[in-house]
């Protein structure tokens, strides 16, 4: 077995070319992995999404982005509301309908981060029935759980495709200064418990290990020092990429490369919002990113990271029937006046930050 991990770029190509020439078996297999921000429900998005019956319908909010989510292999996002049976809020203590959850299903994503500072907003009631109901979806969710014999099942979240071992991590500054009722636990961080769910992925043979975190200071462009110092350690520990939620506004994106060994580590500070009733500049949007990890025998790479920008359409202003994420960079509907503007100025803004900040190979796509 050849030790490819410990080659530069230049000959490991020279390898991989002899020893196919040689007939020599060699696996080679993809995974593409799709992450999305925070997922909202403010009190515009419910008057939005209410039908004369009374019920609830969010299902158009996805429908110009569903394609892409729905061809990655895995696809992540941020779920920053409570789901409920009654007595709907958006901001300050979010609680959602369960058709809010039927549409992010619906819309393809397989996995949702649940260790955030809105998790606890309708208390222990409100968190449990929030995860009963992923479960009942056949949702995957992972940084909230019922006790310690349910984190120990359940964490880190496992996920195997394509012949490759993902281990998902997640954890969130706080919980709005709610306290967790007991027995259910929420992940905060906590350099202890990290270091020991790192090695608990190492023991499950993870073959790549990815820390989502709820971080940093909100409706700032660039992440502190503590949040950067954050990402440094976590990828001296072991983790091999840290993707950033919580600023509800985009954040840099970074490919670094270590100077040994052809190891990639992937670092995005801030997704942005996927969808929220937020209106303020930068807030109104944010990004999809799709990395794509490539397996040669046992080594695994990370291949490609790249991007694409979203914005959020709003009902009675542009040409949709609810809050609707749509392609930024890749218009699908004609906007005019103000929502034109709009869309360009985040647009605008978000390729002036990416240009200036991004570090690595961090490419735009459109889809």
């Not at 949040?227 to 506004?249: C, K, T």
Request: glycine residues 6%; aromatic residues 10%; charged residues 20%.
């Amino acid at each position: 077995m050849y030790n490819l991990r410990t080659i530069t770029g230049a000959i490991f190509l020279i390898v991989v070319q002899f020893v196919a020439a040689q007939n020599t078996a060699l696996h080679f297999s993809s995974l593409d992995l799709l992450f999305a921000g925070d997922i909202m429900q403010h009190q515009s998005q419910l008057y939005a999404a209410r039908q004369k019956d009374g019920t609830y319908s969010f299902s158009s909010c996805y429908d110009y982005i569903s394609g892409d989510v729905r061809s990655a292999d895995i696809a992540i996002a941020n779920l920053e509301t409570t789901i409920g049976e009654r007595h709907f809020t958006g901001y300050p203590a979010f609680c959602a309908p369960d058709s809010f959850l039927y549409a992010i299903k619906d819309a393809g994503f397989d996995v949702l981060l649940f260790a955030n500072n809105h998790c606890l907003d309708r208390g222990k009631r409100g968190a449990l029935r929030t995860m009963h109901i992923m479960d009942s979806l056949e949702i995957a969710h992972c940084g909230v759980y019922r006790d310690s014999i349910d984190r120990s099942e359940r964490y880190p979240l496992m996920l195997d495709r394509e012949g490759m071992r993902i281990a998902l991590l997640n954890y969130t500054y706080g919980t709005n200064g709610i306290e967790v009722p007991p027995p259910l636990i929420v992940n905060f961080i906590d350099k202890d418990v990290i270091s020991a769910d790192i090695a608990r992925a190492k023991e499950l043979h993870a073959d790549v290990i990815i820390a989502c975190m709820h971080w940093g200071d909100e409706y700032v462009a660039l992440p502190p020092k503590r949040v950067r110092s954050m990402a440094d350690w976590l990828i001296e520990q072991g983790v091999d990429h840290v993707i950033g939620g919580h600023p509800h506004v985009l954040q840099p994106i970074e490919v670094r490369k270590d100077s040994l060994t052809l190891d990639k580590h992937a670092v995005v500070y801030s997704l942005g919002n996927l969808v929220s009733g937020m209106y303020a500049r930068g807030r109104d949007g944010g990004a999809l990113v799709r990395m794509e990890l490539c397996r040669i025998s046992d080594i695994i790479l990370l291949r490609s990271l790249k991007y694409a920008l979203t914005w959020v359409a709003r009902p009675g202003r542009d040409n949709v029937a609810n809050f609707t994420i749509l392609p930024a960079a890749d218009m699908p509907i004609e906007l005019k006046g103000v929502s034109l503007s709009k869309c360009k100025e985040f647009v605008d803004d978000s390729r002036m930050l990416f240009d200036t900040y991004n570090k690595g190979s961090v490419f735009e796509y459109s889809y």
